[in-house]
């Protein structure tokens, strides 16, 4: 019996092992494409293509071709927002996620490798394997969370989830630092500056479907619980109407969730669209962005821990309301950052880094309190697809923004809308109540 548990507990970890990885494969494809390489250089496409008026016509409709990498990532998310309640409802009814998985990263790590061919005035191109791509993260990142509590006891998984974090932000780093020798370095290795960009763009996409193999390996499928009755789409869409439907019940859990959402869509789309606003409005090259980003990268790890402590002593909902006041006035100083002046966006990339981490994990954190027990697994799917359905409007803001201002620093201060009004909303909810009314112990300090 105890050879048994022993086995069980060492099949357990070995899971977890291989599941970490999956974090390292794909965070290379956060940090290097979406958030330093593709942004800028998919708009330098854009603007090559672009008429004498600015503009592109993508099935004729005219684009400014500064706001084109914007709208790609929003078309992006509406795509991954249609296509995640099916998979997932395919995944409950089978039990078969690892096949899913599969699919989604591989359709994802494919489409970024072929990025390799995005040159001249390609952007149609690039902005169809940007939705291919950003939309197979979204939907590879719902089935990986969703292994968690398989393979974590409940009393495992924040620590599990932890080392999950962690291996990605280490991946992200790592590869930022070769990435930035090959670009910096790039005559020396024979290639020019735009192939170079190239070469990193696909490598995320070979790095993404080789560690891939991990988790592939490692992982295994359950056996559904589900009777199978039900076609996958409609009980995919019939569950997340159930689900908001019973959050209907529990009206200040659903008021935190909009707050969350709100300004989650801010953090998102400063992530996307602060190397274009740092290359075209600023003037700063490529090796200060990558730069800049290994900072955030570093930096959001210690805002956590240090959040997280805060969180401790004044609460998480003050300790959030914080971050957000932080968030604002970083956006404003980004407004009055002189163009040409590396040393001031380091110093807003440091602002950044120490908010990111912990908003987005005391948020997490403090939504698990709200949730009714029994529902977790419910309601985090819910979450999911409900965050994924809302992180559209920031770029769409900022896209629309500077098509009709033409000004990127316009384009980044619309943004602080999002953070002045989840403020409000969070402010709003008495979160010892909603705790309480979802049928949780409420903690000492919250």
Sequence with gaps: MGTSAAEEVAERRREQRG???????????????????????LT????????????VHPLGIPVRAGSFFAYSVSLSVIV????????????????RKKPLLAAAAYTGAAATTAMFFLDGDRYLLG????????????????????????????EERDAVSSRGWAFGYASGALVLVVNLALYLGHDSFGVSETTAVRICLASAGLWWGAFTLVPLRRLRDRRAASDGTAPATASGFRQLAATIRDMRRHPLTLAFLLAYLVYNDGIQTVITQASVYGSEELGLGQSTLIGAVLLVQVLAVAGALLLGRLARTYGAKRTILGSLVAWTLTLAAGYFLPAGAPVWFFVLAAGIGLVLGGSQALS?????HLVPP??????????????????????????LTYQLTGSYRDAIISLVAFFAL???????????QAISDAGNPVPARI
């Design 44 to 55: 330098s496409v854009a603007e090559e293509a672009a008429g004498a008026d600015g503009f």
């Design 374 to 399: 029994g529902k977790e697994a419910e309601y985090f799917s819910a979450y999911e697809v409900s965050d994924r359905g809302m992180s559209w409007l920031g770029p769409l803001l900022f896209g």
């Design 422 to 432: 989840g403020f409000v909303l969070l402010a709003r909810v008495p979160v010892r």
């Design 80 to 95: 991954a927002v249609l296509v995640m309640p099916l998979v997932g409802a395919a995944a409950d009814r089978s039990g």
């Design 364 to 368: 997490r954190s403090l939504f698990s």
């Design 127 to 154: 902005g169809a394997l940007l939705i291919i791509a950003n939309a197979a993260q979204s939907v590879a990142m719902m089935l990986y969370n969703s292994y968690l509590p398989q393979i974590a006891p409940p």
């Design 19 to 41: 599941w970490y990885f999956y974090d390292w494969a794909c965070s290379v494809y956060s940090t290097s494409v979406l958030t330093v390489f593709l942004g800028p250089y």
